[in-house]
């Protein structure tokens, strides 16, 4: 066994012993809202948006990004587990703002191996095989994060399973300051109307 899978299932044993009143928990989040973030390491939704178990709904992927399957995450979250309102938020010093498509399909034809960013960009350490299935993969790398997370928004206020009744937040974390701060246009975009 890994020495990191023993330190998981030893801290899963201490946090089992404290669980008590959180099997009470409803499945519905008691505060009714979800966060679209980033799988960032750097980034802890509970503490940065205050939440304890039971809270909220928190769907993480590479970038934050509403791809088909966040997008499937929140219609559930909403139309099945009552949510009502959404925050997207993305971060600065992004992994997703190094690479495009083309850099990371590259790099995954030459080895399956980790690469290392240097300085002139992501450079394969491995050798071969590859393979060139990453080809038909959207990664969803982005060069602009503020319109990054009004993309995200956009895209979530006009598909046709989203209602239009749900406010959806756009926000960038930042990683130095700990900072939420407002992309004023994503919010924008993502008002509620109770129209539709």
């Known amino acids: 066994m890994s020495q990191i899978r023993n330190e998981v299932i ?5 946090y089992a012993q404290g669980f008590g009143e959180k099997k009470n928990l409803a499945m519905p989040p008691k505060r009714r809202f979800a966060i679209l973030t980033c799988m960032d390491a750097r980034l802890d939704p509970a503490k ?9 709904h928190v769907i993480r992927n590479a970038g934050g990004r509403a791809s088909e399957d966040a997008i ?7 139309k099945l587990l009552g949510t009502r309102e959404w925050f997207v938020v993305h971060h600065v010093d992004c992994g997703m703002l190094t690479f495009t498509d083309p850099v990371l399909n590259g790099l995954l034809a030459k080895s399956l191996s980790p690469a290392v ?7 394969d350490q491995g050798r071969g095989p590859g393979s060139t299935e990453g080809k038909f993969i959207n990664w969803l790398p982005f060069s602009d994060l503020a319109q990054s997370v009004v993309e995200d928004v956009t895209r979530l206020r006009q598909h046709p399973l989203v209602p239009r009744d749900i406010p959806i937040y756009g926000y960038i974390f930042d990683v130095k300051s700990g900072k939420l701060v407002e992309v004023a246009e994503a919010t924008k975009i993502g008002a509620a109307s109770h129209h539709a």
């Open 72 to 78: 499937r995450s929140l219609v559930i979250s909403y």
């Open 48 to 56: 940065f948006a205050g939440l304890v178990e039971g809270d909220a």
């Open 10 to 14: 030893a801290a899963n044993a201490t």
């Open 117 to 123: 960013l240097g300085a002139s960009g992501w450079e």
